[in-house]
């Protein structure tokens, strides 16, 4: 296989000897994330971020794993171009390559993610008013790389993390796809002959920026399970059929996304374009309305039936939100909502009436704040009793566990 180089132009080489681990953030499908800072530049460790490792031997077993690591890395580069900034979007602070890791750094998000952050939640659900925030800068996330181009196909509330002033920024990028913008339809019977050449496809197959409406009422599900649910499962890129396009523009054929956010023309394998982040985030606001997800079954192959065979079921009275979910929810992906002119079909939706949205990253007070950090100077002692550089941390990660004896005063001697 060809190996992408990392790219530079907007990432300058992280120097591993001077950069100190401050704590493990977590570990995904991809890599490991740890806090870490640069006593150089910021010696009371004041602006700590994300560094991001992935061990090439892992890389090794999971087909198409190291392509996929070096195209998030081109995907935060193009981010961090001047031209490409955006507030609910991460950028690329730096990256590196040696022979047993692949690296890069990201912004720090405080406040955890969506899915966290719901759990803390009465009734671990949200209202429909917080969730009209969240969903409002998600939404504009999601414009912003579509305009660039970029299908991101893993839209989930794990994914969703929140900075230190409230508002989201979106993480992991390497099931996105570079795809050719989808033609803008301007007249109905455009896309309802879009809509038939897919159905003759598929047949026969399985608070200034906000007016505050009288909805704060926080949704309850009766008999609906608030126990946090299990992490979810990703579906890694398979390709299911031969390239499909369309006069909308081009179309992906991976079977990619996670378990019950897939979207059905993926499960259909008939070829997908934008329009699959529409139908997730239509999943993400059901998730975080009734604290489920529309279409779990005991199985995944129950699930994968499910999202293709049955309608999303809502609790209560219809309501504005109601309404957009279900649109968004269409199986068809010609009729949903978003389809014909992205996300302004979106934003005009009654539900996000009231919303300015040219004045979303001015909003002071996000529903959650995150609250302050554990004093910097405790933290940057607890790292200095450890001694170790990234660099040394590493070693010890690959190093067999005879030779690691155990510190009581690192907290990274469990690694």
């Known amino acids: 296989m060809e190996e992408i180089p990392l790219p530079s132009h907007f990432s300058p080489e992280l120097d591993l000897d001077t950069l100190k681990p401050i704590?493990?953030?977590?570990?995904?499908?991809?890599?490991?994330?740890?806090?870490?800072?640069?006593?150089?530049?910021?010696?009371?460790?004041?602006?700590?971020?994300?560094?991001?490792?992935?061990?090439?031997?892992?890389?090794?077993?999971?087909?198409?794993?190291?392509?996929?690591?070096?195209?998030?890395?081109?995907?935060?580069?193009?981010?961090?171009?001047?031209?490409n900034l955006h507030p609910f979007l991460p950028s690329l602070l730096g990256s590196f390559e040696c022979d047993e890791y692949?690296?890069?750094?990201?912004?720090?998000?405080?406040?955890?993610?969506?899915?966290?952050?719901?759990?803390?939640q009465n009734d671990r659900v949200f209202s429909p008013a917080v969730l009209r925030f969240y969903l409002a800068e998600i939404v504009c996330a999601l414009e912003h790389l579509h305009?660039?181009?970029?299908?991101?196909?893993?839209?989930?509330?794990?994914?969703?993390?929140?900075?230190?002033?409230?508002?989201?920024?979106?993480?992991?990028?390497?099931?996105?796809?570079?795809?050719?913008?989808?033609?803008?339809?301007?007249?109905?019977?455009?896309a309802d002959n879009a809509a038939e050449d897919?159905?003759?496809?598929?047949?026969?197959?399985?608070?200034r920026w906000i007016t505050i409406i009288n909805d704060n009422k926080k949704s309850k599900a009766a008999g609906v399970g608030l126990l946090k649910k299990a992490k979810s499962a990703r579906v890694s890129p398979v390709c299911r059929r031969k390239p499909s396009f369309s006069d909308n523009g081009e179309r992906a054929n991976s079977f990619v996304g996670t378990v019950e956010y897939v979207s059905p023309e993926i499960l259909r394998g008939e070829g997908h374009d934008f329009a699959v982040d529409w139908w997730a985030l239509g999943i993400l606001a059901y998730e975080c309305l009734y604290g489920m997800t529309p279409f779990k079954g005991k199985s995944r192959k129950e699930t994968f039936r499910n999202v293709v065979t049955r309608t999303p079921e809502f609790v209560g009275r219809r309501t504005a939100l109601t309404d957009l979910i279900e649109r968004l929810l269409h199986k068809d992906p010609t009729r949903r909502l978003g389809y014909v002119r992205g996300a302004c079909e979106i934003k005009e939706h009654e539900f996000f009436r009231g919303v300015r949205w040219d004045l979303l990253t001015e909003v002071s007070r996000a529903p959650f704040i995150p609250p302050r950090e554990e004093d910097v100077t405790e933290r940057t002692r607890d790292s200095e009793k450890c001694g170790a550089s990234v660099r040394e941390l590493l070693q010890k990660l690959r190093a067999p566990p005879s030779s690691m004896p155990p510190s009581p005063d690192c907290q990274f001697a469990e690694f």
């Open 23 to 83: 704590s493990f953030l977590g570990k995904g499908a991809m890599g490991t994330v740890y806090l870490v800072y640069d006593p150089k530049s910021d010696p009371s460790a004041a602006s700590p971020f994300a560094l991001k490792l992935v061990d090439k031997s892992l890389l090794r077993t999971k087909p198409d794993a190291d392509r996929r690591a070096r195209w998030e890395v081109q995907v935060l580069t193009r981010l961090s171009d001047p031209e």
């Open 102 to 120: 692949l690296g890069w750094a990201v912004p720090y998000c405080s406040g955890g993610d969506l899915n966290a952050l719901r759990h803390f």
């Open 147 to 190: 305009t660039m181009g970029l299908a991101y196909r893993d839209l989930k509330p794990e994914n969703v993390l929140i900075q230190h002033s409230g508002h989201v920024t979106l993480t992991d990028f390497d099931l996105s796809r570079s795809l050719n913008h989808q033609a803008v339809k301007t007249v109905a019977s455009a």
């Open 198 to 207: 897919t159905r003759r496809k598929s047949r026969g197959s399985l608070t």
